[in-house]
């Protein structure tokens, strides 16, 4: 399997969504989110950390530090790429040292850097429904995750 989609019909069902990703996420797994502004990116992050034991309130969106770093159940590296000029910017920030860690790195933005990704990623597109709720698309991009998208699909439609 390699996608999956997720229709969460109010925030509640995303944080649901966030807990069954991060449960399903393997250590040093690259997760690239895709969305408008205002999608609900960040609010994802903040379930997946919030599943991982870090306080949902530390996790906000790193537009002018670039990254942060919640420290959880899983250690967990946000980016966003949103004022990243281009992918060489990316990796003299330091891109590749963060991709060599156990941690889970999200990407806000990524398809700004798509060219600095590596060859297997999970890419998740956030798509605004309505003024609560979103469709969540996951794909695993190469051949590593296709076991993740199995879990996040049982894991997910079982709730």
């Given at each position: 399997?390699?996608?999956?989609?997720?229709?969460?019909?109010?925030?509640?069902?995303?944080?649901?969504?966030?807990?069954?990703?991060?449960?399903?996420?393997?250590?040093?797994?690259?997760?690239?989110?895709?969305?408008?502004?205002?999608?609900?990116?960040?609010?994802?992050?903040?379930?997946?950390?919030?599943?991982?034991?870090?306080?949902?309130?530390?996790?906000?969106?790193?537009?002018?530090?670039?990254?942060?770093?919640?420290?959880?159940?899983?250690?967990?590296?946000?980016?966003?790429?949103?004022?990243?000029?281009?992918?060489?910017?990316?990796?003299?920030?330091?891109?590749e040292e963060l991709l060599a860690t156990p941690a889970i790195t999200i990407i806000e933005w990524a398809d700004r850097v798509a060219d600095a990704?590596?060859?297997?990623?999970?890419?998740?597109?956030?798509?605004?429904?309505?003024?609560?709720?979103?469709?969540?698309?996951?794909?695993?991009?190469?051949?590593?995750?296709?076991?993740?998208?199995?879990a996040l699909a049982r894991s997910a439609s079982a709730q």
């Amino acid at each position: 399997m390699t996608e999956f989609t997720f229709h969460a019909a109010d925030e509640a069902a995303t944080d649901r969504f966030g807990a069954a990703l991060a449960a399903a996420l393997p250590p040093g797994t690259i997760v690239a989110l895709l969305g408008t502004l205002g999608a609900g990116k960040t609010r994802l992050v903040q379930a997946i950390a919030a599943a991982s034991g870090v306080a949902r309130d530390t996790v906000v969106s790193p537009t002018f530090v670039l990254c942060q770093q919640y420290l959880g159940s899983s250690t967990i590296n946000h980016l966003d790429a949103y004022r990243i000029r281009d992918e060489d910017e990316l990796r003299e920030l330091g891109f590749e040292e963060l991709l060599a860690t156990p941690a889970i790195t999200i990407i806000e933005w990524a398809d700004r850097v798509a060219d600095a990704l590596p060859d297997d990623y999970i890419a998740v597109e956030i798509t605004v429904t309505g003024p609560t709720s979103r469709q969540f698309v996951v794909r695993a991009i190469g051949d590593q995750y296709q076991s993740v998208i199995a879990a996040l699909a049982r894991s997910a439609s079982a709730q």
